[in-house]
Nanobody, 121 residues
Framework: VQLQAFGGGLVQAGGSLRLSCAASGRTFSNYRMGWFRQAPGAEREFVAAISTSGGRTYYADSAKGRFTISRDNAKNSVYLQMNSLKPEDTAVYYC???????????????WGQGTLVTVSS
């Protein structure tokens, strides 16, 4: 499956962004989806994940209460609504597709190219 993430940009602290990830090539609804992020010099870290139906979601502690992951299988897309953004949320955000729900990058077989989110203080 091919993934393309977009929606990143520059936002002030306290602001919001909505990231989107569009999938093509295989049956999107068969895949669990996840969002990860990677800051400069840091490892890729888990942000959120969602089951195939969207009925189950999982969040990193840093994302709980501020971020919401969702998906629209009819549109082959997964989203990450990010509210109350902080400077420490600055990173390249990646979407991944896998056959299991995972909180580590090696649980995902396919990745998008990433979209940069910059939060200014």
């Amino acid at each position: 499956v091919q993934l393309q993430a977009f929606g990143g940009g520059l936002v002030q602290a306290g602001g919001s962004l909505r990231l989107s990830c569009a999938a093509s090539g295989r049956t999107f609804s068969n895949y669990r989806m996840g969002w990860f992020r990677q800051a400069p010099g840091a490892e890729r870290e888990f942000v959120a994940a969602i089951s195939t139906s969207g009925g189950r979601t999982y969040y990193a502690d840093s994302a709980k209460g501020r971020f919401t992951i969702s998906r629209d299988n009819a549109k082959n897309s997964v989203y990450l609504q990010m509210n109350s953004l902080k400077p420490e949320d600055t990173a390249v955000y990646y979407c991944g597709a896998g056959v299991v729900i995972a909180t580590t990058p090696n649980g995902y077989s396919y990745w998008g190219q990433g979209t940069l989110v910059t939060v200014s203080s």
